[in-house]
């Protein structure tokens, strides 16, 4: 099994170095992550600024862009073959609910299963890095489930994994899991530059509002693992006769129904 590991917060993170010496026991990996944090990057790729590849004393390649970016280079040239998996983090902090939409660490594994390799996306609930080494165990174990059920390499999938901060002994069988809500982001810090100019700082996320038995946050919560199975296409399909009869409208105000 080849592996190919990115992640956000940087080639130096813990998380990152966990999970690799975690999985190289299992599979043949390397690493394409970004020289520095990336986080909140979602899937944005750099398209009017070269890329430069390095390589770390390590044996870690990164890039001076997003995590998006470390993926997509890999698999169109720099590796020079195709893995049978990309898995990306360890998050330093959970990527539940509406994080999903701005994550860099989900960010990476949807570049990956947008070329059509199954993807996962790992990360822990709490910052710190507390109990790294544990969520790095169970991140292996999860995957080997993977290849045991011959999933690996086959038609592509997207995992996003949030691991709660405990011993590996204490943490709970895993649970399938829709995304929850967040409340909206706290509001903007202001702060005032030397030069007088005002500063502006994206607040912190909201709160969980929508976190009821069944979502990512009541599992993590509770001490599980949580997986949720995500979809690239964002289409609203329960409301495409609604607005298939407001576009009929449009074109011809006497329309009263648009077949769906």
């Not at 390649?61 to 280079?73: K, W």
């Not at 698999?75 to 893995?83: A, E, M, N």
């Not at 790294?132 to 011959?150: G, L, N, S």
């Amino acid at each position: 099994m080849k592996i190919l590991i990115s992640n956000d917060d940087g080639y130096q993170a813990p998380g990152l170095v966990a999970l690799y010496e975690s999985l190289k026991t299992i599979a043949d990996v390397e690493v394409v992550a970004p020289e520095h944090n990336n986080s909140a990057k979602s899937n944005a790729l750099t398209l009017h600024s070269p890329l430069y590849v390095h390589q770390a004393p390590n044996g870690f390649r990164y890039v001076n862009g997003t995590p998006a970016d470390c993926v997509h280079i890999a698999l169109t040239g720099l590796l020079g073959y195709r893995p049978d998996l990309v898995v990306s983090g360890i998050n330093n902090g959970a990527n539940m609910g509406d994080d999903t939409i701005y994550s860099g660490t989900v960010g990476a594994a949807m570049e990956g299963y947008l070329f059509g390799i199954p993807a996962i996306a790992f990360s822990q609930v709490d910052k710190g890095w507390t109990e790294i080494e544990a969520a790095a165990a169970k991140a292996r174990e999860i995957v080997q489930q993977m290849q045991a059920q011959q999933l690996v390499g086959e038609a592509p999938w997207l995992l996003n994994v949030n691991i709660p901060n405990m011993p590996l002994h204490a943490i709970q069988p895993l649970k399938l899991c829709r995304l929850g809500r967040r409340h909206a982001a706290e509001r903007v810090i202001i702060q005032e530059s030397p030069r007088g100019e005002a500063m502006y700082w994206i607040g912190s996320a909201g709160a969980a509002k929508d976190d009821a038995e069944g979502t990512d946050f009541h599992a993590t919560a509770h001490g599980h693992v949580a997986v949720t199975p995500l979809k690239v296409d964002l289409t609203d399909h329960d409301n495409l006769r609604y607005w298939a009869q407001t576009a009929a409208r449009m074109v011809d105000p006497e329309a009263k129904e648009a077949a769906p």
